[in-house]
């Protein structure tokens, strides 16, 4: 079977995207992604969740990692337009990972989540957790850099029953 070219998991705390990324870890050839919540914007603290892209060395809830915090080590506010991303920390595997070189960590906006979310919905038919749909995100910007035998993994890692409701408000739809 064909390995894949990209993998792209959203990443919160890291968890779904380590259950994929630990399957391909020992094969060099596969590019690895994780796509962090840019909320609002990467600007101001508060408006995001990227953790991977502007934390810094810290310890929360027991791990040492990379957090978003004050110079006194108490995490800053997060948003996410997805609830299951707005953590202020990460898993450590992930910050190795990227020390190692072994990973890619990039952001997706709300907005930018919100598109590929719809884009899903109207091209599959298949609703995907708004969590998710910031991997999906960044799938859009990537593929079109590939050729089109390059296959590319998106975990998605639920569904998006739960978020329709608020899509469909903030959508102005209802
Ligand atoms: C559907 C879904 N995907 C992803 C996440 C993010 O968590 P993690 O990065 O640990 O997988 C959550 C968290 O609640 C979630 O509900």
């Not at 060099?28 to 991977?52: N, S």
């Not at 029953?161 to 102005?172: H, Q, Y």
Request: aromatic share 6%.
């Amino acid at each position: 079977m064909q390995a894949p070219t990209a993998l792209i998991a959203a990443v919160g705390g890291g968890s779904n995207a380590m259950g994929l990324f630990s399957a391909f870890l020992e094969d060099p050839d596969v590019a690895i992604y994780g796509v962090e919540p840019a909320g609002r914007g990467l600007d101001h603290p508060g408006d995001h969740a990227a953790a991977m892209t502007l934390g810094s060395p810290g310890v929360i809830h027991g791990m040492q990692t990379l957090v978003l915090q004050d110079e006194a080590g108490e995490p800053w506010p997060v948003h996410s337009i997805a609830s299951g991303l707005d953590y202020p920390g990460v898993g450590p595997q992930h910050a190795h990972l990227r020390d190692v070189g072994r990973a890619t960590y990039v952001t997706a906006t709300d907005d930018e989540t919100l598109d590929a979310f719809t884009a899903l919905c109207r091209t599959e038919g298949i609703i995907p957790a708004i969590e998710s749909s910031h991997a999906l995100a960044y799938a859009m910007k990537l593929a079109p850099t590939l050729s089109a035998d390059d296959v590319i993994v998106v975990n998605l890692s639920g569904r998006g029953d739960k978020d329709i409701d608020f899509v469909a408000e903030r959508l102005g739809m209802v």
